[in-house]
C-alpha cells in the first residue's frame, strides 16, 4: 500500500468499495481501510480535498453524500467541520402559508420522526470530512495531534493497517478519552474523590442524574442480593453497593460496557460487593431486588451508542416484565426506571405499558417520580420541547402477583 506524502493542488474524484477506499493518487494506487464505529458505510463518491476547498463547495459536496479526503492542514480541516455545523444548524426559510400552501401542523410522533430523520441527515453531511489513519495510529497532516493513546482505548492496539475515518468520529473518540480520563461525578455516590464513573467509548455517559437519584432513594426491599439489568457503566450496581447491598450482579450483554463497569468498580473499590456477568437481561437465580433502567424511546438505532436511548419495539422492556416475576425472590420488588417521554411523544402509551406490567404476573406496588432536569427541558427551540418540559422520570416499584 502506498501513501502519497504531498498534497494535491485539486481534488481528484476516488473510487469506494464496501470497505475499502481505493485511489489514485500522484501516479500511484491506493487505499485503505473504511472505519466507521456508527456504522456508516463508505461514501459513495469521494474526493481528495486542501486547505483550497471553500466552505460553501464542502458543504454541497457533503449534502450530496460526497466524501472529502483531507489532505491539507488539520486545524483547517476542523475549522472546515464547523462551518459545515454552521450550515447545518442554520435557520431554514419557512414557507408563509397560502391557499396553495396552507401551515402544516404535525403530532408530537410526527415532529419526533421529523426530528430523527433532520439529526440522521445532519450526522451523514459532518461525516464527510475524511481523515487518513496510518498504521502506527499517527496521522500524517500538518498541525496534526498526537490521538494515539485515544485511539489505542477505543479500537485497541494498533495493527498493521491504516484506515480511513471521519474527522467528526475522531473528535468523539477524542471526547470520549477526555471524560475517561477526567471522570464524572456522581452526586448519589457520596463525597469526592471517590464519587466519580469514568464512562468508556461508545458506553453511554450517566448524564441523566435525576434517575440516578431515584435509585438512592427509594426504599431498599433487601440488603442481602440486588442484580442491575443492563449495568452499562456500572452506575446504579455501584449506588447499590454503596447503600449497603451486600452482594450486587450487574449484567450487559456489549463487552465494552463490561469492561467500563469493571474499571469503575474497581475504581471505587467495591469490587468484593458486585459482580459483573456478560448476559442476555437476567443472570442465573433470584433476587429480592432487580433494578433495570432500559433504553427510553422504542425507536431503531441509528448508531450502536444509541441504543442506550432507543429500544426498538421496546424489547428490552418488554423482556424485562416479562422475565422478571420468575426471578423476583418471594416478597422482592423490580425496580423499572422509565422516562415518560415516549408517551408525550406518541411513541408509547401509558395503557400499553400498564398492560405489559400486567401480562408480566406483576402488580405496581409504588412510584417515584421526578421532573426532568437536562439542559433541553428550558430550550424552546428544540422541536421536542413541550414534550420535554412535561418529562417525567419514574422508579416504578413491581412485585409478582
Not at 93 to 105: D, F, L, Q
Not at 155 to 158: L, Q
Given at each position: 500500500m502506498h501513501r502519497s506524502e504531498t498534497t494535491p493542488s485539486s481534488p481528484v474524484a476516488l473510487s469506494a468499495s464496501a470497505t475499502q477506499l481505493t485511489w489514485q493518487e500522484n501516479g500511484h494506487d491506493c487505499q485503505d481501510e473504511w472505519r466507521s464505529e456508527r456504522g456508516a458505510p463508505v461514501p459513495k463518491r469521494v474526493v481528495l480535498a486542501d486547505d483550497t476547498l471553500s466552505a460553501d463547495s464542502a458543504?454541497?459536496?457533503?449534502?450530496a453524500g460526497t466524501?472529502?479526503?483531507?489532505?491539507?492542514?488539520?486545524?483547517?480541516?476542523?475549522?472546515?467541520?464547523?462551518?459545515?455545523?454552521r450550515r447545518c444548524d442554520a435557520p431554514k426559510?419557512?414557507?408563509?402559508?397560502?391557499?396553495?400552501?396552507?401551515?402544516?401542523?404535525h403530532t408530537p410522533q410526527e415532529n419526533f420522526h421529523l426530528h430523527r430523520q433532520a439529526q440522521s441527515q445532519r450526522?451523514?453531511?459532518?461525516?464527510?470530512i475524511l481523515i487518513q489513519v496510518n498504521p502506527d495510529r499517527q496521522i500524517s497532516l500538518r498541525r496534526a495531534p498526537d490521538w494515539r493513546e485515544a485511539m489505542k482505548e477505543a479500537?485497541?492496539?494498533?495493527g498493521t493497517t491504516g484506515c480511513v475515518t471521519s474527522l467528526r468520529e475522531l473528535l468523539?473518540?477524542?471526547?470520549?478519552?477526555?471524560w475517561h480520563q477526567k471522570g464524572m461525578e456522581i452526586s448519589a455516590l457520596g463525597s469526592a474523590p471517590h464519587n466519580r464513573i469514568h464512562p468508556s467509548y461508545g458506553v453511554f455517559s450517566p448524564v441523566r442524574g435525576e434517575y440516578i437519584q431515584l435509585v438512592a432513594d427509594a426504599p431498599l426491599p433487601s440488603t442481602e442480593l440486588a442484580f442491575d439489568i443492563g449495568t452499562g457503566t456500572g452506575v446504579l450496581s455501584a449506588v447499590l453497593a454503596k447503600r449497603g447491598v451486600k452482594r450486587v450482579v450487574g449484567t450487559d450483554l456489549d463487552p465494552r460496557a463490561l469492561s467500563c463497569a469493571k474499571d469503575n468498580i474497581q475504581r471505587l473499590g467495591l469490587k468484593d460487593k458486585v459482580e459483573?456477568?456478560?448476559?442476555?437481561l437476567f443472570p442465573d437465580g433470584k433476587a429480592p431486588l432487580i433494578v433495570c433502567n432500559p433504553p427510553w424511546l422504542p425507536a431503531r438505532a441509528s448508531a450502536p451508542i444509541e441504543r442506550a436511548i432507543y429500544d426498538e419495539n421496546s424489547t428490552m422492556l418488554k423482556g424485562f416484565l416479562a422475565g422478571l416475576a420468575a426471578h423476583l425472590a418471594p416478597k422482592g420488588e423490580g425496580w423499572l426506571i422509565l422516562s415518560d417521554l415516549a408517551e408525550h411523544l406518541g411513541l408509547r402509551t401509558r395503557a400499553e405499558l400498564e398492560a405489559w406490567i400486567a401480562e408480566g404476573g406483576l402488580k405496581v406496588i409504588g412510584k417515584l417520580d421526578t421532573k426532568a432536569e437536562h439542559k433541553k427541558v428550558q430550550d424552546e427551540s428544540d422541536p421536542l420541547h413541550a414534550a420535554r418540559a412535561a418529562e417525567l422520570t419514574s422508579l416504578w416499584r413491581l412485585a409478582a402477583k
Open positions: 458543504y454541497r459536496l457533503a449534502c466524501g472529502m479526503l483531507w489532505r491539507g492542514d488539520f486545524q483547517n480541516a476542523r475549522l472546515l467541520l464547523q462551518a459545515l455545523a426559510k419557512v414557507r408563509r402559508a397560502s391557499k396553495t400552501y396552507p401551515e402544516v401542523t450526522a451523514r453531511t459532518l461525516s464527510m479500537w485497541g492496539p494498533a468523539g473518540l477524542v471526547g470520549a478519552h477526555e459483573l456477568v456478560q448476559a442476555n
